[in-house]
Every structure is written in structure tokens, then in C-alpha cells.
């Protein structure tokens, strides 16, 4: 079975302007959920997705933004990029059978440069 | 605020020794703390989980114990092997917020050989 996939994997950006980034979840998962992660600030959670509807959002300002198609995959979006948001960003799927206590698996993550 | 404070930061083992990594949280409605491993390029992977209804959970070399009253848990890596050597990170997620986790700020392991 085929892991989560993220495209693009490296993303190089200037300030101002937008990214999209995009994940594929293992088939049959039906939630995703997106982490940023940076030396400073380690692995932090953005948003989670199920059924097209955001179910948690962390603490990022809404220049960040997501959205869920009906096949499960997920796109995230930055808006007016700053160089603070460079960063890896991390996409992770999860079955969502059992609420919340379920593993959830990584994909390799979208590392995005902002100059 | 940091809900989920780990340490050591760095922490260097020689083959076959004990890698221990702590984890203390403030937040008693957590109630799903796994640990994940992370090499260099990849995302972070599920090593092992715990709920507070149990002490210690032992998976092969890697064993969680769980302290409730105290709200801490450690991570224990017996045989510690080079391939062991990754950045681990704990987290905890609460049932009724779903999938949202919260990590430690992760631990760099390198075991010699």
C-alpha cells in the first residue's frame, strides 16, 4: 500500500507571495491533518481535515489555510508568505475509524524556502 | 504555552546501552501520548503509544512507561543499536480534539558504535 505522498517536496518562494502544497493520504484514510515544523518551534499542528470539513484548527494566523476534496486529498495554502514560514510542512493521514486514537502516518513532508 | 515538555535535547549512547527520553505535559485531559522517530528527510514515524490507563507498554526493545500522577512518560530504548539513531519526538492528542497532536520539542539520539 502506498504511503502519504506530498507535492511538491522542495518549494523555493519570495516573500509576498502564495504557495499551494498538496497531499495524497493512504488509501482508504479519511482525515489529514497538517503539522509545520522548524528548529525553533518543532512540530507544530495547523489544521485537520474529514470529509471535506475542517475538524481542529492550531494557533497560525489565516494566512494559512487548507481544504479537503471528496477523494480524501488535502491542499494547504500560504498566503502573502513571510520569511518566518519557511519551514517543513507535513501531512499526516488517518483512517478515522476510532476518534483520535488512531496512528497517523507521515508523509515525507514539502520543505518551502521563503527569500 | 508548551503543553509537552522533552528531554534530553541531545543525548549520546554507546551500542548496546539504554537510551531513556523524558516527557512531562500539563494538560490532564490528554489521554493518547505516542512517540515518534525521525530521520533525516523523512517525516516522522509511530514507534510506539500509550493510554493512561496502563504503566508500561513494551514493543520489542522499546518500552513506554506511563506515570499519571506525575504527568510525565519516558521512552526506554534497550540494545540501543546505531541504526537507533534518529530524533524522537513524544506527543500527546486529546479524544475530543480528534487528531490534533502535540509534540515534544523532540530528542537528537546518536548511538556510537
Known amino acids: 500500500k502506498a504511503g502519504v505522498t506530498q507535492t511538491p517536496r522542495y518549494l523555493i518562494k519570495t516573500r509576498g507571495q502564495q504557495v499551494t502544497l498538496s497531499c495524497s493520504p493512504i488509501?482508504?484514510?479519511?482525515?489529514v491533518s497538517w503539522y509545520q515544523q522548524t528548529p525553533g518551534q518543532g512540530l507544530q499542528f495547523l489544521f485537520e481535515?474529514?470529509?471535506?470539513?475542517?475538524?481542529n484548527k492550531g494557533n497560525f494566523p489565516g494566512r494559512f489555510s487548507g481544504r479537503q476534496f471528496s477523494n480524501s486529498r488535502s491542499e494547504m495554502n500560504v498566503s502573502t508568505l513571510e520569511l518566518g514560514d519557511s519551514a517543513l510542512y507535513l501531512c499526516a493521514s488517518s483512517l478515522a475509524q476510532s476518534r483520535g486514537r488512531e496512528t497517523q502516518y507521515f508523509g515525507p513532508g514539502t520543505r518551502l524556502l521563503v527569500l | 504555552q508548551q503543553q509537552v515538555k522533552q528531554s534530553p535535547q541531545s543525548l549520546i549512547v554507546q551500542k548496546g546501552g539504554i537510551s531513556i527520553i523524558n516527557c512531562a505535559y500539563e494538560n490532564t485531559a490528554f489521554d493518547y501520548f505516542p512517540w515518534y522517530q525521525q530521520f533525516p528527510g523523512k517525516g516522522p514515524a509511530l514507534l510506539i503509544a500509550?493510554?493512561?490507563?496502563?504503566s508500561e507498554k513494551k514493543e520489542g526493545r522499546f518500552t513506554i512507561s506511563f506515570n499519571k500522577s506525575a504527568k510525565q512518560f519516558s521512552l526506554h530504548i534497550m540494545d540501543s543499536q546505531p541504526g537507533d539513531s534518529a530524533t524522537y519526538f513524544c506527543?500527546?492528542?486529546?479524544?475530543?480534539?480528534?487528531?490534533?497532536?502535540?509534540f515534544g520539542s523532540g530528542t537528537r539520539l546518536l548511538v556510537r558504535p
Open positions: 506527543a500527546a492528542s486529546r479524544m475530543d480534539s480528534s487528531y490534533k497532536l502535540i
Open positions: 488509501s482508504g484514510h479519511r482525515s
Open positions: 481535515y474529514f470529509s471535506e470539513t475542517q475538524r
Open positions: 500509550i493510554r493512561p490507563d496502563v
